[in-house]
């Protein structure tokens, strides 16, 4: 790396610590006021629910009213303050005299604050204020006795330098967080840069940069044309010596982007774009100037994603290629070619409109009419576009089976009011026809017909076959998830049968006897959109 220039990694591993470390700033700003906000008002409350919790003890109330000895009063006091660990528990009469202070000695003196006012008038109100122990947030709540009548009050608080640690110790945890972020982003950058390193076969974007010019000096200073062409026939590269032969030809438009077989219809070049094949000397007519072409396709990943055309004008020495090569001759023998294929073709023609061309004409006709009425009897009685196109697929893949298979439906099927219903008919259909086919595949009557049949909201399927049948303890395992008579790795279908069917709420009743077949019916409750009947 020369002297001045940062490397790609080390580029990226500063780009995530510079905005890692402004996400910090922002969230310090945006956060850590509504933190220190939240944890003072955590603090707030528990000092609420500590006085609370005293004002309402019944030694409290029974102490002041002269029902119980003032003395419990600071040994009550005392034993809250260390199991809420709070900084004091002051219980106070009506004129603001102390009934109990973490110093015993000022028990009996006035309560030192100025913030007390609100509470001997049976406010209950959190203050910030100085006393005899320091600044304090502190929560006042009125006593009252039995009878609703106030006797006193008690005041909670907390040190501001415990509030202060409190909101100190959560802003820490985003710091530690983010400096958690900061080491992750940085092990990614590092990751990160490594990988589109590795992408880059190892190149520095300058040195990727450098490269870049170099080919496009050693592009442009060739005289022969080169144009690049991506998967999609778009022209990517065109050289200077190119664009002079495209205004030669009279191509004056930008082909940058355009389709190469749009803007160069005669040279061919789309032709086989995504072919590997390699053409060498190929000649090629652009607009009545020759030019000859050399083909190369971008292999990448083995498979070719683009293609490499070198040309150049031939146009000069046409004379001296024709007599080297042989042009003339070789357009002669062209010239003959086309003329048999041509007789050829007539022959073809003649043949085509004899008696063979109306057979032909009646086949087609008799195929063509049998898909219009199975497709018309699906899409007149099924009006569900989904499951009519689900069936006539079904119909396809019967006879290519070499199954008979007969759809019957003696009143159209309307369309369902809740179209999840469809996506289970599908399932369950699917998978009875599924069975019906390979159950009769062996059998010289292979047939199987689906009879569909709507009334009252209540919709009913029948699947029958003309296969072997079950038996009764058959019947009974054949809804077991991973249960097969046809070998591993199946036995999904007729469980996925019953899960859809219980999840529209339906039944399914079988009927079936060894070497009589097997009838599937198929109960579902069925709301018609629109409330159609």
Sequence with gaps: MKKGRWSLQLIIIIFVCIVVAVSLLITDLLISKRVASSVEGNQAEKARNVARMVAHSPLIIEAMSGKRDESDIQQYANEMRVLTNVYFVVVMDMKGIRKSHPDSKKIGQRFIGGDEGPVLKGKEHVSYS?????????????????????IGAVAVGISLDNVEKAVNKSRTGIFIGTLIGILIGVLGAVILARYIKKVLLGLEPFAIAKLLEERSAMLQS???????????????????????????????????GLNIGEYMPTARLSTDVNAKNVEIDEEHNLNGITILVNRVPVIVGNKAVGVIATFRDKTEIQLLAEQLSGVRLYADALRAQAHEFMNKLHVILGMVHMGHYDKLTEYINETVDHRKNEIGFVTRKIQDPVLAGFLIGKLSYARESGVELYVSCDHPLPQPENSNITHELITVIGNLIDNAIEAVTNYSVKRVDVVFDYGDEILTIEVKDTGAGMSVDLQNEIFEKGFSTKGENRGLGMYLITQAIEKVEGELIISSKPGKGTVFAVYIPYKAEGGEI
């Design 130 to 150: 100085k006393g005899s122990l320091g600044p304090s947030l502190r929560s006042f709540t009125p006593i009252k006795d039995k009878e609703g009548k106030q």
């Design 222 to 256: 060739v005289r022969e044309g080169i144009v690049a062409v991506d998967q999609k026939s778009r022209i990517t590269l065109v050289n200077r010596a190119a664009q002079r032969l495209f205004q030669k030809a009279g191509l004056n438009e930008a082909p940058i």
